[in-house]
């Protein structure tokens, strides 16, 4: 159904977590599809088409032993960067990855200061292409050192939609259009099966292929109004609300599995030319079972 097609994960723009407390460790973060641009600034530098901030916490008062370094590295998908860093990503060396990689942002953790920030400005000018962000130690030692971190990605000649990967770029247009085809949809189906004169008799509304039918636009009229308004916040903040988002997915589970219902019961005739349902609450029980398995994988997934 399509509500099943527009039940789609927001590609992240804000990605938060705690490094690993080991010597050495080398940790991916997460990906952002960032734009590109043609122009340039006084005829050398490409415009900047996005900007990576990212914010450092130290959560502990005790120094860092001397020695070593914390980077913060960005591969392109380019062959040369990441397609190549990720085939031998655990084997190969700091200096490796640090070859391989677009940019690199070295991160003072020995400072007085218990937090810092770093502005980083990306230039794309042949095609978009997917960012990868990465920190890698090399000979620090952080084990009584947690270090909390926040990347933020933001594709900035995009405007209101900047905090929008550009694989999602044009997503909250979708659910405000998709939003109000299913409530008119839903509309006409209990207009039809309901207040029209013609339905009442027989009853239209007592089928249940109307009553699954109206259940299915109910629900992708729900799964879709959720789901804007999670982009609704996911364009302030670049996390949006976990908890609609997963409201928005049980509601696209109900839409999908009246579809299905509506699918094998038409193909064997019930209700149409036999009124009887071999095994009827096995079935829909089985029924129940998968979208509650499925509803569980997609908590799974955001946890």
């Avoid at 997460?30 to 043609?38: E, L, Q, R, V």
């Avoid at 005790?62 to 960067?81: N, S």
């Avoid at 007592?206 to 879709?224: F, K, N, R, V």
Wanted: proline share 3%.
């Amino acid at each position: 159904s399509v509500a099943a097609w527009l039940v789609v994960g927001a590609s992240a723009t804000s990605f938060e977590g705690l490094l690993p407390q080991t010597s050495d460790f080398a940790e991916y973060v997460g990906k952002f599809c960032y734009d590109y641009s043609n122009q340039t600034w006084s005829g050398l530098n490409p415009e900047v088409v996005g900007n990576v901030k990212l914010d450092i916490t130290r959560e502990s008062s005790q120094p860092v032993p001397r020695g070593g370094k914390l980077y913060f590295l960005i591969f392109d998908d380019e062959k040369g960067h990441w397609k190549h860093a990720r085939r031998h990503w655990q084997s190969s060396t700091c200096e490796e990855k640090k070859a391989e990689s677009s940019l690199v942002t070295e991160v003072e953790v020995e400072e007085a200061r218990q937090t810092s920030s770093y502005l980083i400005h990306i230039r794309e000018r042949i095609r978009p292409r997917f960012w990868y962000f990465t920190f890698v130690a090399c000979g620090i030692d952080l084990k009584d050192t947690p270090i909390r971190y926040s990347v933020h990605a933001t594709n900035d000649i995009w405007g209101w939609q900047s905090e929008f990967s550009l694989d999602h770029i044009g997503l909250f247009k979708v659910y405000v259009i998709f939003t109000i085809a299913f409530c008119l949809a839903a509309l006409a189906t209990a207009w039809a099966s309901r207040w029209r004169a013609a339905a009442q008799d027989p009853p239209l509304r007592e089928h249940p292929y109307i009553q699954l039918l109206t259940l299915a636009y109910i629900a992708s009229a729900a799964c879709c109004g959720l789901f804007l308004l999670h982009y609704a916040l996911f364009m302030h903040n670049g996390f949006g609300s976990l908890r609609i988002r997963f409201l928005a997915v049980v509601a696209g589970i109900v839409a999908n599995c009246s579809i299905y219902l509506i699918a094998i019961l038409s193909s064997c005739g019930w209700a149409i030319s036999s009124a009887v349902l071999p095994n009827r609450r096995c079935f829909l029980g089985l029924v129940t079972v998968v979208g509650f398995l499925t509803a569980v994988c997609e908590l799974r997934a955001e946890t």
